[in-house]
């Protein structure tokens, strides 16, 4: 079974997403990643990411310990590839959720992977979730949406395009798409 690799642009709404799919399927692995920004409120260590110093984090590259890893707003955020080599060597269904950089690095380290991206209704939603975290100043919202732009017009790199105008539904089509992957158009 492949590794399935979600991604879309900020404030669509990935984290939601995956939260509904750690719920109703527990049999889906979800990778956790690692990260050195600090906890957002609610954020249990462990869970939603590893939060690391930059010293930590810089010695994972250096040991080559990260499938992918990129920085965004001053931090750094990357999966660890040991635990993904382990799920996927016992055959059991696994999702990442990372940016478009990664993605892109998944794709080059394992051209198998079944990369989805996820999708707003509107841009105007996608701005309205963007602002309304609160947890964000003004200056990293707008680099958020200025990312957001061209994550969008990335979008044709991807096998499959999943909407999410409803985390529940959008989790069971992630899951129906993990369990059974497409193949790859082209």
């Known amino acids: ?3 399935t690799v979600l991604s879309g642009p900020s404030g669509v709404g990935k984290g939601t997403v ?3 799919v750690r719920r109703r399927h527990p049999d889906v692995w979800v990778s956790v990643s690692v990260t050195t920004r600090p906890a957002r409120p ?3 260590p462990g869970a939603a990411y590893h939060f690391l110093d930059d010293a930590q984090f810089s ?3 250096e040991r080559r310990e990260l499938l992918e890893w990129a920085e965004f707003a001053g931090y ?6 040991d635990p993904v080599r382990e799920v996927l060597a016992a055959g059991r269904p696994a999702l990442l959720e990372i940016d478009l950089q990664g993605a892109r690095q998944v794709r080059a380290a394992l051209p198998q992977a ?3 991206f996820l999708t707003s209704p509107s841009w105007a939603e996608l701005r309205r979730r963007l602002t309304g975290r609160g947890t ?4 990293v919202i707008a680099a958020r949406l200025d990312r957001a732009r061209v994550e ?3 979008r044709r790199e991807f096998d499959v395009e999943v909407c999410n105008d409803d985390a529940g539904r959008a989790a069971e089509e992630l899951v129906e798409l993990v369990r059974n992957p497409r193949q790859r158009l082209g």
């Open 1 to 3: 079974m492949p590794l």
């Open 18 to 20: 995956v939260e509904a």
């Open 42 to 44: 609610r954020e249990v």
């Open 59 to 61: 010695a994972m590259i």
């Open 76 to 81: 750094r955020y990357g999966t660890p590839y």
């Open 114 to 116: 079944q990369l989805v």
């Open 136 to 139: 964000e100043p003004a200056a």
């Open 152 to 154: 969008l017009a990335a």
